[in-house]
């Protein structure tokens, strides 16, 4: 079964730091790729996706993620961090003739201190 | 503002007790999956049902079903309720049957505690 890991449980930063998170799937076929995130109290939201071509993907709020297909990772990074990012990201995989479902990550729980 | 609607937004009930929890999915979305979300198991996939026909199970008890119903909504049923199932239950909506280059918008979330 396919399955998604994620590098970091709790990630405590300061303001203006750099954020990269990591993850990583178990599937060999085509697979779409997303990013979201749970702000506290809050329904989940889509950051960004990858369903093909270029492999730096652009999405909302600053979060860009980069596709390695040869390391089966699509990490998510932001430049510069905000107290407002602070929320909890999730990876989810979504594989062709694999169930027809999204697969998430255990989650990454972002602290961003003032 | 997801265009996913659930309801109740927050539910409490007994041990032994029975609860349905309702969803509405986006204009025009055909699939709808339900998703699990404890503090200790994260985000567990139950169930997503496209057209009103079931396409996929994952880790749903044999006390809970689900159904879609001709104008898309679904429903997610939980029997003989144990405190193990508080959790928060989201439901999702996404255009297409399949995988391909479709994504999954969330509703609000149910959040269940069984007391």
């Known amino acids: 079964a396919q399955s998604v890991s994620q590098h970091n449980h709790h990630v405590i930063l300061s303001e203006a730091a750099s954020l990269e998170l990591g993850c990583n799937y178990s599937y060999g076929g085509t697979v779409n790729l997303f990013w979201y995130v749970q702000y506290p109290g809050q329904h989940l939201q889509l950051l960004l996706k990858y369903f093909s071509g270029d492999p730096l993907v652009k999405g909302i709020k600053g979060f860009e993620a980069e596709f390695i297909k040869s390391k089966f990772s699509f990490n998510l990074r932001k430049p510069s961090v905000q107290w407002s990012d602070t929320a909890e990201y999730f990876c989810a995989v979504n594989a062709d003739n694999y169930g027809q479902n999204f697969v998430f990550g255990p989650g990454t729980r972002l602290s961003v201190l003032p | 503002d997801s265009g996913v609607t659930q309801t109740p937004k927050h539910l409490i009930t007994a041990t032994g007790q029975r609860v349905t929890l309702r969803c509405s999915p986006r204009s025009g979305d055909l699939s709808v999956y339900w998703y699990q979300q404890s503090l200790d198991q994260g985000l567990q996939f139950l169930i997503q049902?496209?057209?009103?026909?079931?396409?996929a199970k994952g880790n749903i008890l044999e006390r809970f079903s689900a159904q879609q119903f001709p104008d898309l909504h679904s429903e997610l049923n939980l029997s003989s309720l144990e405190l193990g199932d508080s959790a928060l239950y989201f439901c999702a909506s996404s255009d297409k049957q399949g995988a391909r280059r479709t994504e999954a918008f969330f509703g609000q979330g149910t959040r269940l505690t069984v007391v």
């Open positions: 049902y496209y057209n009103g026909e079931e396409r």
